[in-house]
Structure formats: structure tokens, C-alpha cells
């Protein structure tokens, strides 16, 4: 009870302390530029969706970006959303989902456990009970269940970085390993959605993105010398390397990655976690800002203009899907809750690198 009343002071403090900042009207200096096409993705969702939702991977992802607009703007209210969402759900990861759809909230609760040091450890002990049995199974020779890109960010790749220790490590790296040697695309430096698309041309956005958002996340939870951290840099290198050369002139990619005409729609959410992804590379200085900059800022162009429309709806969001040809042709207001997040995180990143623009968390 000690633990959640501190919780619950940090949340009234963070309060305070918005509303101790100065406002235009105080003639303080202007708020980073970029703030307000967050918010108002942010708070169309949240005015949408008041009460808390469950803690499956469509919901979580909303809550990544929730929280990364919080580290950014400051605003109380984000924190407090995600918190109510994560008590809701107690802390826990959905029970009942198919294969590893459903850790995907792991790293949303260790968002919110990294936000608050005195934040009691058992509000994250769902999500080390989930690593601790996977690398238990990784340990027994069952190093398969990331046979699909999904699988790699919704798996919670990033949190067995987070736990640490060798053997988690370890059970990371072979986990990793197998989607690797089996449906990723060496030669165009592309993956696959799964096996059934081996051996041909068709490489789904949202599917190449899970991958980056995966790596560079994992990337930034693993010690600077750790032996795996400059293999996945290399590949989230060549990666982007190949993004950048199919890249629309409006600044998105659309479904299909190499075929562009033949689903010409935009596609945010594969944008957005594209542009995440180099943005947060090139602050973490494994990425060239003065070519994938441009990039960046293009990308992040049409997300705010073009995707994001005027009542607050990020649209362009291709549904649920594992291939390029599902909800065609996507329109300009088709959205979702993980549309919204990763636009968010998207948005956030981009701001990092927008003079003038700097996280508060």
C-alpha cells in the first residue's frame, strides 16, 4: 500500500508540476513545435476510449505511445492514463492468446516501472514470470515460437534485454535467431511475414516494422558490449538502408514494400514504425542523421499532414492483418489503437530531433 501511495504521490507531484509551467499566455518560451499533432492523436483516442481497455498487444501499443507522449510533453494526464490502464489489467499479460500475441505488455509495464524508481517490483513480475518461462523453454530446445514477424516485438524481445543476465541473454539471441535463419530476406535486406511467403518478393510494411521497432528497442536495453548489440545493429542498418531507397516521394511506404503500385494506398502504422526506428538510431548514434534525417523529417511530414487528420483520427491504418493485400484500399480515415501509438512514437522520436524539442522524462 506504501509502494502504490508513492506511486500515487508521483502521479499528484507530476501534477504540480504541469501546472507550474508556464503557459503562452505568461509569454514563456514556445513549446516544442512538434507537440501538438501528439496531442491531438493522444487526446482523440483517450476522449474515445475513457475507461481502461484490456492488455492485448492493440491496446498496448496505444499505451506505447501514450507514455512516450508523456516522456516528451510532461502532461500529467498520459501518465495517468497508462497507469489506470496497467492497474486495470493488474500488471498482468492477456491470458488466452495465440501464440505471442500477448507479451507484448511486458514492455509497456517496464515503460511505466522505469518512469518511477520506487514503483514496487511485483507490478513487473507478470512480465519476468513470462521471460523466465520462455528462456526456460529455450533452455529445453524450444527456440521456435518467434517463427513470425509479429511475434518478434509482440514476443517482448526487448524485455529479456531489459531482465539481463546470461541466461536470458541467451534465451533472447536464440529466440531471435530462428526468424532470423528462417524468414528473413538476406538478399534485400527485407523479411518475410512467415513461411509462406519464403523465396518470393513480397515484403509486408507493418510486418518489417515490428522487426525495427523490435531491434531498436532491444538494441537500446542491451549493455554497450554486449556481443549481439552490433550484429542487430547491422541489420537494422541494412534495413533502413533498403527503407530509404523505397521510400514514396510523399514521404510513406505503403503496404507492400517493393510493390508499390500494386497497393498504392499510404500505410501509416508501417510508416510510423519506420520513422521511429531511425529516429531513434540516430540518436542513439548508429545511424547517419545527415542521410536518413531527411528521411525522418519527410516520413514524419506526411504522418502529421497527410495521416493524421483534422479531428484527430489517424488514419491510414492498415486492420489486423499478415499480408499486404488485406483491407484495400486503405483510407485516409482508417484507424486503430495501435495505429494511434505508433504514431505517437513516431511523433515523439521525430521530436527528439526537432530543434527546440527535448524529452522531460
Not at 84 to 90: I, L, Q, R
Not at 143 to 166: E, I, K, N, T
Request: with cysteine; proline share 6%.
Amino acid at each position: 500500500m506504501a509502494s502504490r501511495s508513492r506511486w500515487s504521490l508521483a502521479i499528484a507531484c507530476s501534477l504540480v508540476a504541469g501546472a507550474l509551467l508556464p503557459t503562452a499566455a505568461s509569454a514563456a518560451p514556445a513549446a516544442c513545435s512538434e507537440e501538438a499533432p501528439i496531442r491531438a492523436a493522444a487526446d482523440h483516442w483517450i476522449a474515445g476510449n475513457a475507461k481502461p481497455a484490456d492488455s492485448t498487444w492493440f491496446n498496448s501499443l496505444f499505451i506505447k505511445g501514450d507514455i512516450e507522449a508523456y516522456k516528451l510533453t510532461g502532461d500529467a494526464k498520459y501518465l495517468s492514463y497508462a497507469t489506470a490502464w496497467a492497474s486495470h489489467n493488474k500488471w498482468k499479460l492477456p491470458a488466452g492468446t495465440p501464440n505471442l500475441d500477448g507479451p507484448e505488455a511486458a514492455q509497456e509495464y517496464i515503460d511505466l516501472y522505469q518512469l518511477d524508481p520506487k514503483h514496487p517490483a511485483a507490478d513487473i513480475a507478470d512480465a519476468k514470470a513470462y521471460v523466465d518461462k520462455e528462456t526456460k523453454k529455450v533452455e529445453g530446445g524450444k527456440s521456435s515460437d518467434m517463427s513470425y514477424v509479429d511475434a518478434v516485438r509482440l514476443g517482448a524481445l526487448s524485455a529479456f534485454a531489459y531482465f539481463g543476465g546470461s541466461t536470458n541473454i541467451d534465451a533472447m539471441a536464440k529466440l531471435f535467431a530462428y526468424p532470423e535463419s528462417h524468414i528473413y530476406d538476406s538478399k534485400n535486406s527485407l523479411w518475410w511475414r512467415d513461411s509462406r511467403w519464403v523465396g518470393t518478393t513480397q515484403h509486408w510494411s507493418r510486418g518489417n516494422g515490428w522487426i525495427v521497432a523490435a531491434l531498436v528497442d532491444t538494441v537500446a536495453n542491451l549493455p554497450a558490449g554486449d556481443s549481439h548489440r552490433a550484429h542487430y545493429i547491422a541489420l537494422l542498418q541494412a534495413m533502413f538502408a533498403k527503407l530509404k531507397s523505397v521510400q514514396q516521394s510523399g514521404g510513406y511506404w505503403t503496404a507492400d514494400v517493393d510493390h508499390p503500385s500494386a497497393y498504392p494506398a499510404p500505410e501509416s502504422s508501417g510508416t510510423s514504425l519506420y520513422t521511429y526506428g531511425m529516429a531513434k538510431a540516430i540518436q542513439a548514434g548508429y545511424l547517419d542523421s545527415a542521410t536518413y534525417l531527411p528521411v525522418v523529417q519527410k516520413a514524419w511530414g506526411w504522418l502529421k499532414t497527410k495521416a493524421l487528420q483534422s479531428n484527430g483520427v489517424v488514419g491510414y491504418v492498415q486492420g489486423p492483418s499478415s499480408h499486404p493485400s488485406q483491407y484495400q484500399p486503405i483510407s485516409p480515415t482508417a484507424t486503430s489503437n495501435y495505429g494511434t501509438g505508433m504514431f505517437l512514437m513516431a511523433g515523439v522520436e521525430a521530436a527528439k530531433l526537432t530543434p527546440g524539442c527535448s524529452a522531460r522524462f
